[in-house]
């Protein structure tokens, strides 16, 4: 539904408390189950997060929405993610577009 999705949009983008990244986190991965390709450009910043675990989160639900527009910010974070577990998921997300 439109309003959760709203929810979960918004809960990603709210940066909340630094040490507790759960939130954002769960709002990244739960965008990926939706399905809904309107949380992409969110998804893409939240690449960016500070928290690896939030990055490791929008990597795989960009995955799961293989959207091209994904491919050059995954690909950025396989060489750039200091947290070789999160480059390793990009270079996953980047499998499942056929890349």
């Known amino acids: 539904d439109l309003r959760g999705t709203e929810r979960l949009l918004s809960s990603l983008e709210d940066p909340g408390s630094p040490e507790d990244p759960r939130e954002r986190q769960w709002a990244a991965l ?27 989160k929008a990597a795989m639900a960009l995955g799961s929405l293989r959207d091209a527009r994904a491919i050059g910010p995954l690909f950025r ?8 577990y999160n480059a390793a998921c990009a270079r996953e997300a980047l499998s499942r577009m056929g890349r």
């Open 30 to 56: 739960a965008l990926g189950f939706c399905g809904d390709t309107r949380a992409v450009p969110r998804l893409i910043r939240a690449l960016e997060d500070p928290h690896y675990l939030v990055r490791h």
């Open 77 to 84: 974070m396989t060489q750039e993610d200091p947290y070789w």
